[in-house]
């Protein structure tokens, strides 16, 4: 019979694969001692500390800028380092993040998301000369992309648009919010270029506006409108 949970206890219930031994994943349950203001990844580590050094996952900050932690956490794409076990309703289900293969446990192979992050050209492009100080830009101009500048690449709004899920070829909104960023900075000069790419079929109007992306974003971001905007923007420029 399964014991009763002892006070300040938690059961983590974490779907575990490791494709050297396991036929398919499974569940594996764990409790342990939690203090008021844990987190998910805190109790990750007890369990990879104290229970079971096996378990893998991915996390470097602890703080929520890296964007390596995310992962389903009760059902929800989030970053476990963010979220308070005492928020949360026990038991916690920890999965991997959906849509990208699976290396081990919670491990996810990431390279699949990077190939369509580069290929907006996620990058500064100016080839003006070099002024002698900065390249000026007034505050109205720096706040039209400001939202999307704070992007930490976590995968989780990618990996949780039904459109990812059923055609791997779309660049996914992680990808277009990378994008947006450039398109919309005044001091950058291959916005056409950038939104050629947009326009084409893995692009933006794949996007069928589900708001999946915007719910699960960490930042805050709103995903769902730089879409849309960025879809604007083909069609404005006759792209
Ligand atoms: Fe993560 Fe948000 Fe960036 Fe998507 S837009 S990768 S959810 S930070
Ligand atoms: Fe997918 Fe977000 Fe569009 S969830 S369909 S990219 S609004
Ligand atoms: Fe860096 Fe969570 S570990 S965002």
């Known amino acids: 019979m399964t014991r009763k949970l002892k006070t300040g206890e938690l059961e983590l219930r974490v779907l575990r694969y490791n494709p050297e031994i396991d036929d398919a994943p499974h569940w594996e349950e764990y409790r342990v001692h939690y203090e008021p203001m844990d987190r998910v990844l805190d109790a990750l580590h007890k369990v990879k500390w104290f229970e079971d050094g096996s378990l893998t996952f991915r996390r470097s900050c602890a703080h929520g800028i890296c964007g390596s932690d995310a992962m389903v ?23 991997p993040l959906r849509g990208l293969p699976v290396e081990k446990d919670l491990l996810v192979n990431m390279e699949g998301f990077f190939d369509q ?9 100016n080839d003006e000369p070099v002024p002698a100080g900065e390249r000026l830009q007034s505050p109205e101009e720096r706040e039209r992309f400001d939202d999307t500048t704070k992007c930490i690449l976590c995968a989780a709004c990618t990996t949780s648009c039904p459109i990812f899920w ?15 960023r450039f398109v919309f ?11 050629r790419i947009l326009g084409q079929k893995a692009g933006a109007f794949k996007c069928r506006t589900t708001f999946n992306c915007t719910d699960a974003c960490p930042r805050g971001i709103h995903v769902t409108r730089a879409i849309q905007e960025v879809k604007r923007e083909v069609l404005d420029r006759s792209i």
Not at 185 to 195: I, T
């Open 185 to 195: 900075d005044s001091r950058d000069r291959a916005g056409d270029e950038r939104l």
């Open 117 to 125: 992050f580069k290929k907006v050209m996620p990058y500064l492009v």
């Open 166 to 180: 059923s055609d791997g070829s779309y660049f996914g909104p992680a990808a277009i919010v990378n994008a947006h």
């Open 73 to 95: 956490i009760n059902g929800v794409n989030r970053l476990a380092c963010k979220v308070l076990v005492k928020d949360l309703k026990h038991p916690i289900t920890v999965e």
